[in-house]
């Protein structure tokens, strides 16, 4: 199994809402990644994930909070959020940080 | 310390066209080196790699060979075709996890 894989592949929330990005691999992989992406753009690193514990977060707003519950999982709490943060995001893990990474399709936000 | 430049911008060919993508590296050792691509709508995906130095990546038709005299990975195919129109990224450094500009392929038929 080599795959990424992201849900929901879409989601439109309000600006009150609280909703959450998915994100999965069963590779093994011990980092995980965040990225937020805009049109014409490219991928913005929000947040790294190394044996499950934060290890960069780029000065994300605290209304995307990232929560690895396992070393398989990694998830993207949003809350509070503004138009401004409608993008696609990319999930991504690799074996370790540095290296190979492996995206999923993405979840493509829209906040009205 | 250790750095890739990608030359970046907008690239417009005809069908089956011979493509070059620079990427030149500054690194101490011999760090592997890779490509990604987006296809549009979709997310990111490795599309050749090289772990040593002379070591040449090539996938669906593209290749770059890991130069050390030049310090280069340039990415290059014989001849494009409509479906290899997509934005194609190095990482921005060795082992790094960030992407500049990147560089996106247009193919006219």
């Known amino acids: 199994d080599t795959e990424v894989t992201q849900t929901p592949k879409h989601l439109v929330m309000g600006m009150t809402n609280k909703k959450s990005l998915k994100c999965e691999q069963h590779?093994?992989?011990?980092?995980m990644y965040w990225y937020k992406q805009k049109a014409k753009k490219p991928p913005e690193l929000m947040f790294v994930?190394?044996?499950?514990?934060?290890?960069i977060n780029e000065s994300v707003p605290s209304r995307f909070s990232p929560e690895c519950p396992n070393s398989s999982l990694l998830n993207l709490h949003l809350h509070a959020l503004q138009p401004e943060d409608s993008a696609l995001y990319l999930c991504?893990?690799?074996?370790?940080?540095?290296?190979?990474?492996?995206f999923g399709e993405g979840s493509r936000l829209t906040v009205l | 310390g250790d750095s890739v430049t990608q030359m970046e911008g907008p690239v417009t060919l005809s069908e089956e066209a011979f493509l070059t993508i620079n990427c030149t590296y500054t690194?101490?050792?011999?760090?592997?080196l890779f490509w990604y691509v987006q296809y549009p709508g979709e997310g990111l995906q490795l599309l050749l790699k090289?772990?040593?130095?002379?070591d040449k990546g090539s996938n669906k038709g593209f290749e770059a060979t890991y130069r050390k005299e030049t310090t280069s990975f340039h990415l290059e195919k014989g001849s494009v075709q409509v479906s290899d129109s997509a934005v194609y990224f190095c990482?921005?450094?060795?082992?790094?996890?960030?992407f500049g500009a990147g560089t996106r392929l247009t193919v006219k038929p």
């Open positions: 991504a893990s690799s074996q370790y940080n540095t290296g190979e990474l492996f």
């Open positions: 590779m093994g992989h011990r980092a």
């Open positions: 994930y190394s044996y499950e514990k934060l290890s």
């Open positions: 690194a101490t050792g011999y760090p592997s």
């Open positions: 090289a772990t040593k130095a002379d």
């Open positions: 990482p921005r450094g060795i082992g790094d996890m960030r």
